[in-house]
């Protein structure tokens, strides 16, 4: 079974905090994505990379950066964190045969 | 873009009857649909999909069909269980370069009264 990490199951965070999520996979899979939910809106991609120091930005970019230096491990950046960015975070990788796996989720709350 | 549809937004039914939910996409290059599940405080997980090339899958109580032509698509859940409680997302997805580029529905809250 694909196991996919996530640092944070819950997070409160100030307004201009720059806040760091981190998501792990075990699989070693090259594909790894970062999406946001929210009530009503489904899942938003946020960014995604296809290897190691590759990224591109996916749906809603605005607000968020991204890291992979490592093929495992993919971060979520919020540079200076707004109340809109209060959300659930998701973390997904990629797996052989185009579905994917999800981490557990990091419910972010900016105060 | 892609832009996925998914309907009803909730849906209540008796223990024992079936469950549709339908969602429909925009792009004909879509090849891939997954439907998920999530249970409450849980992550979405994989429970059926359905590719291009073919028309309808099932596996146990569920079952998936596809209509190309029409661009839509439907998750049928027979006899259900208060476990299958759970909010259902459909997703139209396409190869996009070494990577499946995936649009999600925005989500269909099931309730299964006992």
């Known amino acids: 079974d694909v196991k996919v990490t996530q640092s944070s199951r819950y997070l409160v965070k100030r307004t201009g905090e720059k806040v760091f999520l981190e998501c792990v996979q075990d699989m070693d899979h090259e594909n790894m994505f970062w999406y946001r939910q929210d009530p009503g809106l489904g899942l938003r991609l946020i960014y995604f990379s296809y290897d190691v120091k590759m990224k591109e930005k996916g749906d809603i970019p605005e607000g968020y950066s991204v890291s992979r230096e490592k093929k495992e491990r993919f971060s979520l950046i919020l540079e200076s964190a707004s109340t809109n960015q209060t959300s659930m975070y998701l973390c997904a990788c990629e797996g052989g045969h185009d579905e994917q796996y999800f981490g557990p989720g990091t419910r972010l709350t900016v105060t | ?114």
């Not at chain 2, 073919?54 to 269980?81: M, P, W």
């Open chain 2, 1 to 114: 873009g892609e832009n996925v549809e998914q309907h009803p937004s909730t849906l209540s039914v008796q223990e024992g009857d079936s469950a549709v939910i339908k969602c429909t996409y925009s792009d004909s290059a879509s090849n891939y649909f997954p439907w998920y599940k999530q249970e409450l405080g849980k992550r979405p997980q994989l429970i059926i999909d359905i590719r291009s090339n073919v028309g309808e899958k099932k596996d146990q109580r569920i079952a998936v069909t596809l209509n190309k032509t029409a661009k839509h698509f439907s998750l049928h859940i027979t006899e259900t269980q208060p476990e299958d409680s759970a909010v259902y997302f459909c997703a139209a997805s396409r190869n996009s370069g070494g990577y499946q580029k995936v649009t999600f529905g925005t989500g269909t809250k099931l309730q299964v009264i006992p």
